[in-house]
């Protein structure tokens, strides 16, 4: 049984937040990602742009399986700032997402509760800013034929919802197609059958 749903929820683009409490700044920041690679870049971006910044703590879901799904408090109280994130995310049904929150120490200890609120209220914020949308798992194949099995490739790309992403057209001919993921048993089925 597939793990991959038929659709999920996530962000069209990046988004900022802000939160306040007793002269402490939280600015949040939501990020449309695809893999830990775009993830650490994204991180390694703020903590560039934000040097003097006390903390920087984010949680992150990736796919559809809770091993997926990440948080880190970057130093502040265990529990405190990565899990109220995660919590949000996990609430709101996001996937592929990265919520990070930058405190800049305003001189008053807020506490564990008064932390796990404000990076909370952070995270809820960016999300709020977010455009949040559907979007359809898809597949991407390549394929090679040969240029005399052209018109039966062709009568499966129109007979099902196919996408060609790329085309070489030569005596031996490769096409990536693009289909959505719900639909990938049956056309890979006739795809294999050439």
Same mark, same amino acid.
């Given at each position: 049984?597939?793990?991959?749903?038929?659709? /999920?929820?996530?962000? =069209?683009?990046?988004?900022?937040?802000?939160?306040?409490?007793? !002269?402490?700044?939280?600015?949040?920041? %939501? +990020?449309?990602?695809?893999?830990?690679?775009?993830?650490?870049?994204?991180?390694?971006?703020?903590?560039?742009?934000?040097?003097?910044?006390?903390?920087?703590?984010?949680?992150?879901?990736?796919?559809?399986?809770?091993?997926?799904?990440?948080?880190?408090?970057?130093?502040?109280?265990?529990?405190?700032?990565?899990?109220?994130?995660?919590?949000?995310?996990?609430?709101?049904?996001?996937? /592929?997402?990265?919520? =990070?929150?930058?405190?800049?120490?305003?001189?008053?200890?807020? !506490?564990?509760?008064?932390?796990?609120? %404000? +990076?909370?209220?952070?995270?809820?914020?960016?999300?709020?800013?977010?455009?949040?949308?559907?979007?359809?798992?898809?597949?991407?194949?390549?394929?090679?034929?040969?240029?005399?099995?052209?018109?039966?490739?062709?009568?499966?790309?129109?007979?099902?919802?196919?996408?060609?992403?790329?085309?070489?057209?030569?005596?031996?001919?490769?096409?990536?197609?693009?289909?959505?993921?719900?639909?990938?048993?049956?056309?890979?089925?006739?795809?294999?059958?050439?």
């Amino acid at each position: 049984m597939s793990l991959i749903p038929d659709s /999920y929820l996530t962000i =069209a683009k990046p988004a900022e937040g802000l939160y306040k409490d007793k !002269g402490s700044k939280f600015i949040s920041w %939501a +990020y449309p990602v695809k893999d830990l690679e775009e993830i650490k870049s994204q991180l390694t971006a703020l903590k560039e742009a934000h040097p003097k910044a006390r903390h920087i703590c984010y949680a992150y879901r990736l796919g559809f399986t809770p091993e997926e799904a990440r948080s880190n408090d970057d130093g502040e109280p265990s529990g405190s700032a990565g899990k109220p994130i995660l919590n949000t995310i996990l609430s709101q049904n996001l996937h /592929y997402v990265l919520v =990070a929150v930058v405190r800049y120490f305003g001189g008053t200890l807020l !506490g564990v509760p008064g932390l796990i609120q %404000a +990076y909370k209220e952070g995270a809820v914020d960016a999300l709020e800013q977010a455009e949040i949308y559907e979007k359809e798992p898809m597949k991407i194949r390549s394929i090679q034929f040969t240029y005399a099995q052209m018109n039966e490739v062709m009568k499966i790309c129109k007979k099902h919802p196919i996408t060609i992403v790329n085309q070489v057209i030569d005596n031996l001919c490769t096409y990536e197609l693009k289909y959505a993921s719900r639909h990938a048993a049956e056309i890979d089925a006739s795809l294999d059958n050439l």
